[in-house]
């Protein structure tokens, strides 16, 4: 079986939202654009590093969305990311602070490792280079606002980031932060990830798919405010037996109702 970071974090956030999505077949629906719009421009990192236009690849990707049914956030429009991405596109130029040496080979990187069980972690990572000369993973983030840079050492606590750092063995780990906002701007933020922190998350591992291989989907109900993270779960229809938003927010796989293995790592 293959396990990823977002099945791991999926489970831990509520093992019955994992139940709905990688034993019934559920996924949301691509109708938020924000988050389109994210594959999208990693697509034109892609090409900037290839040294090809990002400029074109970015309208060219971004304009298969441009008729479709998006959820833009407030003052988001198709015609406003484009602009924000080919500004960013062109800060990243400017700044010229990363460097990705053989494109092909370091970008979008398969690593796995075997867990026991004849089980598997897979995960992609972004990128491999360098940031300001320091030798790094990479990882790319699209956001609406800056990412919080305190306390001091706050991004060593990122689990992805951890995630990353312990199927690699690499310590030196950084987050690319393309802020889309009035003015544009781009965080670079590294971090070290240390060896205790790698150790505990393969026992993270190695607890969380005991529990999903045992079948302990108990819910985690989010409803308690301030705090509600179930009212933004696109799986709440199924949980409240709300057929309207299970329409509005949800598809299921063809044959996802003999589904007897979890299906494959989403990234």
């Known amino acids: 079986m293959n396990y990823s970071y977002t099945q791991i974090s999926q489970y831990l956030s509520c093992p019955r939202r994992y139940r709905h999505r990688y034993v019934d077949g559920w996924q949301e629906k691509d109708t938020r654009a924000a988050m389109l719009f994210g594959r999208v421009f990693e697509q034109a990192l892609a090409a900037y590093f290839r040294r090809e236009d990002p400029g074109l690849a970015l309208y060219r990707e971004w304009a298969r969305h441009k008729n479709d049914t998006l959820h833009y956030a407030q003052r988001d429009s198709w015609d406003r990311m484009l602009r924000q991405g080919i500004q960013l ?10 460097k990705v040496p053989q494109p092909h080979r370091n970008l ?3 690593f796995t490792r075997s867990l026991a069980g004849q089980n598997e972690f897979v995960a992609y990572v972004d990128a491999m280079g360098r940031l300001d000369g320091q030798s790094c993973l990479l990882e790319w983030k699209t956001s609406s606002c800056r990412y919080p840079e305190e306390p001091e050492g706050l991004l060593a606590l990122d689990p992805q980031l951890i995630c990353y750092s312990w199927i690699t063995g690499i310590s030196e780990v950084a987050q690319i932060v393309f802020v889309r906002k009035s003015l544009i701007e781009i965080q670079y933020l590294h971090t070290v990830i240390t060896d205790v922190q790698r150790v505990e998350f393969g026992h993270l591992v ?3 798919i005991q529990q999903i291989e045992s079948a ?3 819910p985690h ?3 308690r405010f301030p705090q509600n993270p179930c009212s933004t779960c696109p799986y709440i229809g199924l949980c409240l037996g709300k057929q309207a938003l299970v329409d509005a927010a949800l598809i299921r796989r063809p044959g996802a109702q003999d589904f007897g293995v979890f299906d494959e790592l989403t990234y």
Do not use: A, V, W, Y
Not at 89 to 98: A, T
């Open 221 to 223: 109900s989010g409803i």
């Open 89 to 98: 596109l062109e800060r990243l130029c400017q700044d010229n602070r990363i």
């Open 216 to 218: 302990q989907f108990l």
């Open 206 to 208: 190695h607890n969380t």
């Open 108 to 110: 979008q990187i398969k």
